[in-house]
Nanobody, 127 residues
């Protein structure tokens, strides 16, 4: 059973930075593309950034492109999301999810392909 767990959320001042971590257990980590999503109150869940199993391919949403960096350490079964210059509109519950892929360079585009989800970690940005 694949288990996903996020950490690193909390209260951050606007203009600051944060690092979220996500650890996966119960899988061959390199076989899974990983994604970070977020959902703010009253809004739909948004796909923020994804990374292929090898780390070779990445995706960034326009809302965070230039401010976010996704990376992974396959030796530690961990994926990271670094977000710089945070804004109050970054306040949301952040989720990590895993998608089984047959090619380690592939980044799934559809949220439905991410079958394994963590419980989420809250990020609150104060102005």
């Amino acid at each position: 059973q694949v288990q996903v767990a996020e950490s690193g959320g909390g209260l951050v001042q606007a203009g600051g930075s944060l690092r979220l971590s996500c650890t996966v257990a119960g899988s061959t980590f390199v076989d899974y593309a990983m994604g970070w999503f977020r959902q703010a109150p009253g809004k739909e869940r948004e796909r923020l950034s994804c990374i292929s199993g090898s780390g070779y391919s990445t995706y960034y949403a326009s809302s965070v492109e230039g401010r976010a960096t996704i990376s992974r350490d396959n030796a530690k079964n961990t994926v990271y999301l670094d977000l710089a210059n945070v804004k109050p509109e970054d306040t949301a519950m952040y989720f990590c999810a895993a998608a089984r892929t047959t090619a380690t360079w592939w980044v799934p585009n559809e949220e439905s392909e991410y079958k394994y989800w963590g419980q989420g970690t809250q990020v609150t940005v104060s102005s």
